[in-house]
């Protein structure tokens, strides 16, 4: 496709974390180069994913010629521990009907969004990209992650068979503005800075579930943003692309616990609930693919990341997803 022809490009998971950040990044970051781009942002409001008819009558509405897909059922690690043959059946339905609608309609371009549970619980570090289908995943989650894992699977198989090419991106663990805050369900930061925001209100200690020893690299919602739209404007291979931080960026979960309680200018007891499992110790990924394409790509830095998603959960507690 020529730089002169209109991209028509359909966000699934539109108004989640991810999606909310592209949409930010276009708004506030855009340039006439790319204005020959038109987004559309899906909600599951608008579409049930796991049903075929819906995905098609989605596809024939917007005409895209290029995809996003963020949209999963999604969930921190205590959700997924109970409900890893739902994780595993509905996202399996939402990535075939996203990958066979889109090559039925002619869509150029699908970036799904995978997660760096897929990769093997028992590896040596850092994963790389070429290490996906190496061993099983953590049993934790084993549903979401072998969901994850096929959309490479069905990536290769369309290249394969179709000549099409759809590719996947990797990132690290995601947080910012827009997040899910649910205590239960959400992941380690939105629940942390949440947990600090009630604990600060009601003048109680901050109860963090965990030893707070597990290691993660946490990436910025605004930052993988900027990189998806890289990839949806420069990157050509079906292989995945890991997008994240450097392996000299990882924080443990006690360090990220005290960044929230910094930006929430939290001043009561910090305590560890160590009857609640840690997960994963350790995930930590390569970006050398990454800086092979983009070595002087700036990450906004943690503390400051972390600032702003805590002053943006304040001022918009009554809204925000909790």
Excluded at 32 to 45: D, V
Excluded at 245 to 266: L, N
Aim: proline share 4%; glycine share 6%.
């Amino acid at each position: 496709m020529t730089s002169e022809q209109q991209k028509r490009v359909l966000v699934t998971g539109g108004t989640g974390l991810v999606g909310s950040a592209i949409k930010y990044v276009i708004e506030n970051e855009s340039n006439k180069k790319n204005q020959n781009e038109e987004y559309f942002f899906i909600s599951s409001s608008e579409c049930d994913l796991r049903n075929r008819e819906q995905t098609e009558a989605l596809f024939k509405k917007y005409q895209p010629t290029h995809v996003i897909h963020l949209a999963a059922l999604v969930g921190g690690l205590f959700r997924n521990l109970s409900r890893n043959l739902d994780f595993f059946r509905d996202n399996m339905q939402i990535n075939d009907n996203i990958l066979y609608v889109a090559y039925q309609t002619g869509v150029k371009k699908v970036i799904s969004c995978l997660s760096t549970c897929i990769f093997p619980d028992k590896t040596t570090y850092p994963i790389d990209e070429t290490m996906i289908h190496n061993g099983a995943p953590h049993d934790s989650n084993f549903g979401y992650s072998y969901a994850k894992r096929m959309i490479d699977v069905l990536n290769k198989g369309y290249a394969v068979q179709h000549n099409v090419h759809y590719t996947s991106i990797i990132p690290t663990n995601v947080f910012g503005p827009n997040d899910n805050f649910n205590i239960e369900d959400g992941h380690v930061l939105p629940g942390l800075i949440h947990k600090c925001y009630l604990a600060k209100k009601n003048n109680t200690p901050l109860i963090i579930w965990g030893s707070g020893k597990p290691l993660r690299q946490f990436i910025y919602s605004y930052d993988l943003a900027r990189l998806c739209l890289w990839v949806l404007r420069e990157y050509d291979s079906i292989e995945p692309i890991i997008l994240s931080v450097g392996e000299e960026d990882e924080v443990s979960i006690k360090e990220a616990a005290e960044a929230v309680v910094k930006g929430m200018d939290f001043q009561g007891e910090v305590k560890y609930d160590t009857t609640k499992a840690d997960g994963q110790f350790k995930k930590t990924a390569s970006n050398k693919k990454l800086r092979s394409y983009l070595p002087d790509f700036k990450f906004t830095p943690f503390e400051e990341a972390i600032k702003y998603t805590c002053d943006w959960f304040v001022k918009n507690y009554d809204k925000a997803r909790k």
